[in-house]
Nanobody
Framework: QVQLVESGGGLVQAGGSLRLSCAAS????????MGWYRQAPGKQRELVAD???????NYADSVKGRFTISRGDAKNTVYLQMNSLKPEDTAVYYC?????????WGQGTQVTVSS
């Protein structure tokens, strides 16, 4: 059974930093791509960033230059380094991973940025 376990959310002041982690397990196949989505109250879930084979990355325009996505050495872990956080970054952040065409989600971790 595939599981995605997230950690690293919390409360931070505007301008601060947080690092989210997600560890995927339960598949003998590589997880690709892996990424982070977020959902703010009353809004649709949106892509924040993802990372694919060869470590190519993709970012939402709103986070470019502030957030960095990366993989761990084992390739089944993905990180999101979030710097210069803004109140509008407040949301539940979800880890996402695909394996042999199946789409998996983590349980979500709350990120709250106070002004």
């Amino acid at each position: 059974q595939v599981q995605l376990v997230e950690s690293g959310g919390g409360l931070v002041q505007a301008g601060g930093s947080l690092r989210l982690s997600c560890a995927a397990s339960g598949s003998i196949f590589r997880f690709n791509p892996m990424g982070w989505y977020r959902q703010a109250p009353g809004k649709q879930r949106e892509l924040v960033a993802d990372i694919r084979s060869g470590d190519s990355t993709n970012y939402a325009d709103s986070v470019k230059g502030r957030f960095t996505i990366s993989r761990g050495d084992a390739k089944n872990t993905v990180y999101l380094q979030m710097n210069s956080l803004k109140p509008e970054d407040t949301a539940v952040y979800y880890c996402n991973a695909m394996s042999i065409g199946n789409n998996y989600w983590g349980q979500g971790t709350q990120v709250t940025v106070s002004s």
